[in-house]
Each structure stands twice: as C-alpha cells, then as structure tokens.
C-alpha cells in the first residue's frame, strides 16, 4: 500500500523558517521522482520544487527560489522542503508527489499525499 504522509507544518510568521518532510511507503522511493506542490484557497495547485531520483537534480517554482530546498534521504525514504523568508504568499496546503514513467511501456506511477497546512502570518 502505497503512502506519502507530509508533516512539519505549522503557524510562523513572516520572514521564519519551517521545515517539511514526506515519508514514504509502499514503493521503490530512490527510482521516483520527488515534488513539493502548493495550493492556496481559491487558486490552482501549483509545483513548488522538484528533485529527480537519478542525480538528484532539483527545480524551483520562481517565486520560491532562493528560499526553498528540496533534498531527499533514499536511506530514510523521505524528501523534504526547507522553507525560510516565508512570506503570507506561501500560505498553502502543500502536498508532497512521487512521479515515476515506467520507461517500458511509459506507464505513470503517481501518488500523492494528503497535505500539511503552512500558515505565514504577516
């Protein structure tokens, strides 16, 4: 059985730090591909920060560059996302996504978790 499950968020106001982190169950963590989404109320869910399973390469969404960081421990089975300058604008539920193309037949593999609220109060 397949889990994410997101922990670390919280209430701190702006300009602080939070750290999230995503445990992961039920499949092979080290060959996926890991993500950090965001959704605000009101608005679309949006990719945060991405870092691949093979060299670890990661990708940032603009308006959190410079402030986030994704990194992940295969050992543990866990990515996480260092948060700090948080502004009001990250206020978000934010869910963690494990992606994988089965390069046989192309096959996507994709979960996610049930999302952790980050709350920035100005």
């Known amino acids: 059985q397949v889990q994410l499950v997101e922990s670390g968020g919280g209430l701190v106001q702006s300009g602080g730090s939070l750290r999230l982190s995503c445990a992961a169950s039920g499949f092979t963590f080290s060959t996926y591909a890991m993500s950090w989404y965001r959704q605000a109320p009101g608005k679309e869910r949006e990719l945060v920060a991405t870092i691949t399973s093979y060299d670890r390469s990661t990708n940032y969404a603009d308006s959190v560059k410079g402030r986030f960081t994704i990194s992940r421990d295969n050992s543990k089975n866990t990515v996480y996302l260092q948060m700090n300058s948080l502004k009001p604008e990250d206020t978000a539920v934010y869910y963690c996504?494990?992606?994988?193309?089965?390069?046989?037949?192309?096959?996507?593999?994709?979960?996610w978790g049930q999302g952790t609220q980050v709350t920035v109060s100005s």
């Open positions: 996504n494990a992606r994988r193309t089965r390069v046989i037949d192309q096959k996507l593999y994709d979960y």
